[in-house]
């Protein structure tokens, strides 16, 4: 099992560019979660998806879109990128059924805007 | 006040030493707590979950949970190098009936030979 793979590792973007990060998950898990990780700030949810065909915002929305395309699958998309979302992001996954709610991560995106 | 808080440090150990990281929720109501792993670079890593007050022990690694205090705690004994990293705690919140992880800035630990 690969676990949680995201796609690209690295991007460097203009300012006003598009793009979506890609990720999919094999565990069979229900819910599916986009972070952000920025240096002191911690890790911040952006959106999540609890269950296939649903998904809501989480702390820090503005500016992203998802798309739960199936069980496996959760994209992450940048309409319009700005220097403020350089960072890096994690895509993770969740089992949420049976009392297991440990989330597991991917190996990250690293996004710098210019 | 932060929902999960924890002092950033770094915590620098010797090696061999036992480790002591800590962290404080808010949410009086909060029932499953995790610890990850992240080193510089990579993605965090589930080491440990706890539900229960009490400690719960896996190999080098002791969680510690006290629901009347809001703290859980994560020891680890005879720590290695290899253990340098940053620390996470996370604390599960139910919001409109969704599972979320809440966590922490996390401490960073320095463990030197």
């Known amino acids: 099992n690969a676990g949680v793979t995201q796609t690209p590792k690295f991007q460097v973007l203009k300012t006003g560019q598009s793009m979506t990060l890609q990720c999919a998950q094999d565990m069979n898990h229900n819910s599916m979660y986009w972070y952000r990780q920025d240096p002191g700030m911690g890790l911040r949810l952006i959106y999540y998806s609890a269950s296939e065909g649903t998904t809501d915002k989480g702390e820090v929305p503005n500016g992203y879109n998802v798309s739960r395309l199936n069980k496996r699958e959760f994209s992450l998309r940048l309409e319009s990128a700005a220097p403020s979302q350089t960072s890096v992001y994690f895509c993770a996954s969740s089992p949420t059924s049976g009392g297991a709610y440990e989330q597991f991560f991917g190996p990250g995106t690293r996004l710098t805007v210019l | 006040q932060k929902e999960v808080e924890q002092n950033s440090g770094p915590l620098s150990v010797p090696e061999g030493a036992i480790a002591s990281l800590n962290c404080t929720y808010s949410d009086r109501g909060s029932q499953s707590f995790f610890w990850y792993r992240q080193y510089s670079g990579k993605s965090p890593e589930l080491i440990m979950s706890?539900?229960?007050?009490g400690d719960k022990e896996d190999g080098r690694f002791t969680a510690q949970l006290n629901k009347a205090s809001q703290y859980v705690s994560l020891l680890i004994r005879d720590s290695q190098p290899s253990d340098s990293a940053t620390y996470l705690c996370a604390v599960r919140r139910v919001s409109g009936g969704y599972n979320k992880l809440i966590f922490g800035a996390g401490t960073r630990l320095a463990v030197h030979p």
């Open positions: 706890i539900y229960s007050n």
